[in-house]
């Protein structure tokens, strides 16, 4: 069974630490500080992501299940990824569990650290992150209109 993400002291400091990393444009080339309104407060709601990014387009990957930022996108579909002077804003797009799991898989090869919190394992077919996909929503990330700043 898969492991139920809690953000403890520890997983916090990694967070601020990458966020940091980020701002300055360091870290992995696919991470990025994901923005978005908060769906209550509507204030501005940041925190570190890593996007599925290939032929088939970028995708955002919701590996600990719907968190907060879920919820956020869900109720404004409108993002800011940021990675040091770059700033893009897009649209995310909740996408079906079909299109989700290949997406997923890759996610789980590339991303290993979160490989505990998804039931199938890497090597699996496709068709067992498709059942995941309930679980870990994938949202398609698209260019409204190409305003990168």
Do not use: C
């Not at 955002?60 to 993002?79: D, F, K, Q, S």
């Amino acid at each position: 069974m898969a492991d139920t993400y809690r953000l403890g002291p520890a997983r916090r400091a990694v967070n601020t630490l990458m966020a940091t990393l980020l701002r300055v444009g360091i870290g992995p080339p696919s991470s990025y500080l994901l923005t978005t309104t908060g769906r209550t407060s509507g204030r501005p709601r940041t925190t570190p992501v890593t996007l599925v990014e290939g032929a088939d387009g970028r995708w955002l990957v919701a590996p600990y299940g719907a968190v907060g930022w879920v919820h956020n996108v869900r109720a404004e579909p409108t993002i800011t990824l940021r990675r040091g002077h770059s700033t893009q804003v897009r649209t995310a797009e909740e996408v079906d569990a079909a299109t989700a799991g290949p997406v997923l898989q890759r996610y789980v090869r590339a991303v290993k650290i979160t490989a505990p919190y998804f039931d199938a394992k890497a090597d699996d077919p496709v068709d067992a992150f498709v059942e995941e996909a309930p679980r870990h929503p994938v949202f398609r990330v698209s260019d409204p209109a190409a305003t990168d700043t």
